[in-house]
């Protein structure tokens, strides 16, 4: 089955005309992917790569149906785009941009309250569901149609942890990159149940990093859990008050350590990678924990 | 982003809310023409950091000569804290504070909090540089009070503060004045921290802005170009400085192998796996995902220029990223400044066959690596100069 997107999700590509838009959209397509529609505003009744473009969400919702959408635009004017997808009753947004100021997302989750949408994102690669439908920027190729949900704060991290377990033949029923910005549309608690809930999930592999208290949330559901699960957390070795890089990725007055984060996840019963190259082999440890052979899967 | 102390008094002036006078100068004959203004006052090392009195950068003047004299012991000084690591910061500047009779000290600040997709204010009654021993020590003297921004501060908000920090009647009156203009502040200028320490309460019954520290959220710097004129470059990293004139994300660390990889959380991922097999990672760097060969020859201009490097580790997951384009910018960069140090580089995902060919093909002695761990592990036998 797999959370959150699927073989029936119908997506619209808001900001199909610029160049990372264009440029994924293909992608997208050539993945099997429903890309039903594309938002540019001002380009409406244009075409491109044969999807028809619109100058406003809720004209592409009205023409096409879509349920979903994914964001490629620019940061001065994503919050927006995010506002006006959730206006239009898209059920789930994907929003890619990195660089959203802090302030604006603040409005952007307060406006999702109450509503049918949810977001993913911001600052992330997207979510995959295998043979199914890609939604983001993340390489089709590396992933296998399977049973382990992988939920990541991380891009690249992401597919690193994703080839570890396809070359094991450990399948992925979705993957779900929530982003590297501190306030974010979906949590690893989100997808966490929405993956003890999925039938077609059998384990669960996080990546997570350095700030904020997300894992340590996310320990507390893990303790309750029938399904194992193995994380890696990165930033170990990242020094105290520097964002590296992601800008939810700060230790800042001694909260939001990995060492802190690795404790938590390891009491909740969570097998945890001490380094990036044993995620594979941690969720194998995390299965045969419980009895189960990967081969089972 | 940072600003100096100076600059956060002068952005909190304009909003109205209480500082103590104070002139900025750059040499001892301007100290001795501000102080003057004054007759006694403080003499403070402007740099971006905390902790600048324990280092010797605040001292008090009974007068405009001693002022005159002071300055020039601390301007042109190197001041080493907690918080500048050992290398220090060169004071160039100074700010002459009017001295002021404090009668209470407090703590206050507000800053980002992303659980409740908000603002928090955070008040002590223990003020001045213990904060930090406070929070270790006894977390029940600070209270946390959420604040949307959205919404903005209300007064409720504020009373609940004054009672902590003890404040009543007239006090009470100028807390709340002081943290409404405060979050106000905060919110149009998209900052990330405002934090005054200590916030004093003078022993004529007034509240005050001792010491102001105001950062701001790099990603909204874009909307506010009167805050990056505030930038001073010489208080950044070299090396960070140039990075982001590059669009580069990087942080210096103080290892000896150089690493260069595409997306943080893989970046953070490679520092780790290094630490972690014995080494010690000389930065953090993400070259991000539509890095053009430019930008990537940039990256290793940095790196290779970094004297501490004994080693370099490329480390590529190609999404977005495409492997050839790491691997022409990789031999771009070293055709144009030699290699000086072993290169290790490891690719994988979007176009890794093309981007192995052009690094064989260049002829240049690049050691190729299976995976990451085979690459960290290469790259410190490499930085110790054993034979890979």
Same mark, same amino acid.
């Given at each position: 089955?797999?959370?959150?997107?699927?073989?029936?999700?119908?997506?619209?590509?808001?900001?199909?005309?610029?160049?990372? +838009?264009?440029?994924?959209?293909?992608?997208?397509?050539? %993945?099997?992917?429903?890309?039903?529609?594309?938002?540019?505003? $001002?380009?409406? $009744?244009?075409?491109?790569?044969?999807?028809?473009?619109?100058?406003?969400? %809720?004209?592409?919702?009205?023409?096409?149906?879509?349920?979903?959408?994914?964001?490629?635009?620019?940061?001065?004017?994503?919050?927006?785009?995010?506002?006006?997808?959730?206006?239009?009753?898209?059920?789930?947004?994907?929003?890619?941009?990195?660089?959203?100021?802090?302030?604006?997302?603040?409005?952007?989750?307060? %406006?999702?309250?109450?509503?049918?949408?949810?977001?993913?994102?911001?600052?992330?690669?997207?979510?995959?569901?295998?043979?199914?439908?890609?939604?983001?920027?993340?390489?089709?190729?590396?992933?296998?149609?399977?049973?382990?949900?992988?939920?990541?704060?991380?891009?690249?991290?992401? %597919?690193?942890?994703?080839?570890?377990?396809?070359?094991?033949?450990?399948?992925?029923?979705?993957?779900?990159?929530?982003? $590297?910005?501190?306030?974010? $549309?979906?949590?690893?608690?989100?997808?966490?149940?929405?993956?003890?809930?999925?039938?077609?999930?059998?384990?669960?592999?996080?990546?997570?990093?350095?700030? +904020? &208290?997300?894992?340590?949330?996310?320990?507390?559901?893990?303790?309750?859990?029938?399904?194992?699960?193995?994380?890696?957390?990165?930033?170990? &070795?990242?020094?105290?008050?520097?964002?590296?890089?992601?800008? +939810?990725?700060?230790?800042?007055? +001694?909260?939001?350590?990995?060492?802190?984060?690795?404790?938590?996840?390891?009491?909740?019963?969570?097998?945890?990678?001490?380094?990036?190259?044993?995620?594979?082999? &941690?969720?194998?440890?995390?299965?045969?924990?419980?009895?189960?052979?990967? &081969?089972?899967? | 982003?940072?600003?100096?102390?100076?600059?956060?008094?002068?952005?909190?002036?304009?909003?109205?809310? !209480?500082?103590?006078?104070?002139?900025?100068?750059?040499?001892?004959?301007?100290?001795?023409?501000?102080?003057?203004?004054?007759?006694?006052?403080?003499?403070?090392?402007?740099?971006?950091?905390?902790?600048?009195?324990?280092?010797?950068?605040?001292?008090?003047?009974?007068?405009?000569?001693?002022?005159?004299?002071?300055?020039?012991?601390?301007?042109?000084?190197?001041?080493?804290?907690?918080?500048?690591?050992?290398?220090?910061? =060169?004071?160039?500047?100074?700010?002459?504070?009017?001295?002021?009779?404090?009668?209470?000290?407090?703590?206050?600040?507000?800053?980002?909090?992303?659980?409740?997709?908000?603002?928090?204010?955070?008040?002590?009654?223990?003020?001045?540089?213990? /904060?930090?021993?406070?929070?270790?020590?006894?977390?029940?003297?600070?209270?946390?009070?959420?604040?949307?921004? /959205?919404?903005?501060?209300?007064?409720?908000?504020?009373?609940?503060?004054?009672?902590?920090?003890?404040?009543?009647?007239?006090?009470?009156?100028?807390?709340?004045?002081?943290?409404?203009?405060?979050?106000?502040?905060?919110?149009?200028?998209?900052?990330? =921290?405002?934090?005054?320490? !200590?916030?004093?309460?003078?022993?004529?019954?007034?509240?005050?802005?001792?010491?102001?520290?105001?950062?701001?959220?790099?990603?909204?710097?874009?909307?506010?170009?009167?805050?990056?004129?505030?930038?001073?470059?010489?208080?950044?990293?070299?090396?960070?400085?140039?990075?982001?004139?590059?669009?580069?994300?990087?942080?210096?660390?103080?290892?000896?192998?150089?690493?260069?990889?595409?997306?943080?959380? =893989?970046?953070?991922?490679?520092?780790? /796996?290094?630490?972690?097999?014995?080494?010690?990672?000389?930065?953090?760097?993400?070259?991000?995902?539509?890095?053009?060969?430019?930008?990537?020859?940039?990256?290793?201009?940095?790196?290779?220029?970094?004297?501490?490097?004994?080693?370099?580790?490329?480390?590529?997951?190609?999404?977005?990223?495409?492997?050839?384009?790491?691997?022409?910018?990789?031999?771009?960069?070293?055709?144009?400044?030699?290699?000086?140090?072993?290169?290790?580089?490891?690719?994988?995902?979007?176009?890794?066959?093309?981007?192995?060919? /052009?690094?064989?093909?260049?002829?240049?002695?690049?050691?190729?690596?299976?995976?990451?761990?085979?690459?960290?592990?290469?790259?410190?036998?490499?930085?110790?100069?054993?034979?890979?």
């Amino acid at each position: 089955m797999s959370i959150f997107v699927n073989k029936d999700t119908r997506v619209l590509v808001q900001g199909i005309t610029g160049k990372q +838009g264009a440029f994924h959209t293909e992608k997208m397509i050539e %993945y099997g992917t429903a890309i039903v529609g594309g938002v540019t505003p $001002g380009k409406g $009744g244009q075409s491109l790569l044969g999807v028809p473009v619109f100058n406003t969400v %809720y004209d592409a919702v009205k023409e096409t149906g879509a349920n979903a959408s994914v964001i490629y635009v620019p940061p001065k004017f994503a919050a927006d785009s995010i506002i006006e997808a959730i206006d239009a009753g898209i059920r789930i947004i994907v929003c890619i941009t990195e660089g959203i100021p802090v302030l604006d997302m603040a409005r952007v989750k307060h %406006y999702l309250d109450g509503s049918s949408s949810r977001l993913i994102g911001p600052n992330c690669p997207g979510i995959i569901t295998p043979e199914e439908c890609k939604i983001g920027i993340m390489p089709g190729y590396i992933h296998r149609k399977g049973h382990v949900g992988v939920i990541s704060r991380s891009g690249t991290l992401t %597919y690193e942890a994703v080839k570890q377990l396809s070359d094991r033949n450990l399948g992925q029923s979705t993957v779900v990159g929530i982003g $590297g910005d501190p306030i974010r $549309g979906t949590g690893f608690l989100d997808c966490l149940k929405a993956f003890e809930a999925d039938p077609d999930t059998c384990a669960v592999v996080l990546n997570g990093e350095i700030g +904020g &208290s997300g894992e340590e949330e996310a320990a507390s559901f893990i303790r309750t859990m029938t399904k194992p699960v193995a994380a890696f957390i990165g930033g170990q &070795s990242a020094p105290a008050g520097k964002r590296m890089g992601h800008a +939810g990725a700060i230790i800042s007055g +001694g909260k939001g350590t990995a060492s802190g984060k690795i404790r938590a996840l390891q009491e909740a019963g969570a097998v945890v990678a001490m380094t990036p190259d044993l995620i594979g082999a &941690s969720l194998v440890e995390a299965l045969e924990r419980r009895g189960i052979r990967p &081969s089972d899967l | 982003m940072k600003i100096h102390e100076y600059q956060a008094k002068e952005l909190l002036a304009s909003y109205e809310v !209480p500082v103590p006078g104070g002139i900025v100068a750059e040499t001892e004959e301007k100290a001795f023409e501000a102080a003057k203004v004054f007759g006694s006052c403080v003499v403070k090392a402007q740099v971006h950091s905390g902790a600048r009195g324990k280092a010797g950068g605040v001292k008090f003047a009974k007068t405009p000569e001693e002022a005159r004299e002071l300055a020039s012991k601390i301007l042109g000084m190197t001041l080493v804290t907690r918080q500048t690591g050992p290398a220090g910061k =060169l004071v160039r500047k100074v700010l002459i504070s009017e001295a002021v009779d404090v009668a209470r000290e407090f703590y206050l600040s507000i800053t980002g909090d992303s659980e409740r997709a908000g603002l928090v204010i955070v008040a002590s009654a223990d003020g001045g540089t213990e /904060i930090e021993e406070t929070a270790k020590e006894h977390p029940e003297a600070i209270v946390q009070i959420p604040v949307s921004s /959205i919404e903005g501060f209300k007064g409720y908000e504020g009373i609940r503060a004054a009672e902590v920090l003890g404040l009543e009647g007239d006090l009470q009156k100028q807390l709340i004045s002081m943290l409404g203009k405060l979050v106000r502040l905060y919110i149009e200028k998209d900052c990330s =921290l405002v934090e005054i320490n !200590p916030l004093v309460q003078t022993s004529d019954g007034k509240l005050l802005c001792l010491d102001a520290k105001v950062n701001f959220d790099d990603n909204a710097l874009f909307r506010h170009p009167e805050v990056l004129e505030m930038r001073d470059i010489h208080e950044e990293d070299e090396k960070e400085y140039r990075a982001s004139l590059s669009d580069l994300n990087y942080v210096s660390l103080d290892g000896d192998i150089g690493c260069l990889v595409n997306g943080a959380g =893989l970046a953070m991922a490679t520092m780790d /796996i290094i630490k972690n097999f014995g080494g010690s990672p000389a930065n953090f760097l993400d070259v991000g995902g539509s890095a053009t060969t430019e930008k990537v020859k940039a990256a290793f201009e940095i790196l290779l220029s970094d004297g501490n490097v004994k080693a370099i580790f490329v480390n590529i997951f190609g999404g977005i990223m495409k492997c050839d384009i790491i691997a022409e910018g990789l031999v771009q960069a070293t055709r144009e400044m030699g290699i000086s140090v072993p290169i290790v580089v490891r690719l994988e995902g979007t176009n890794v066959e093309l981007g192995q060919k /052009i690094i064989r093909e260049s002829g240049l002695s690049i050691i190729a690596a299976s995976d990451m761990a085979d690459g960290a592990r290469k790259a410190i036998a490499a930085a110790k100069g054993e034979r890979v």
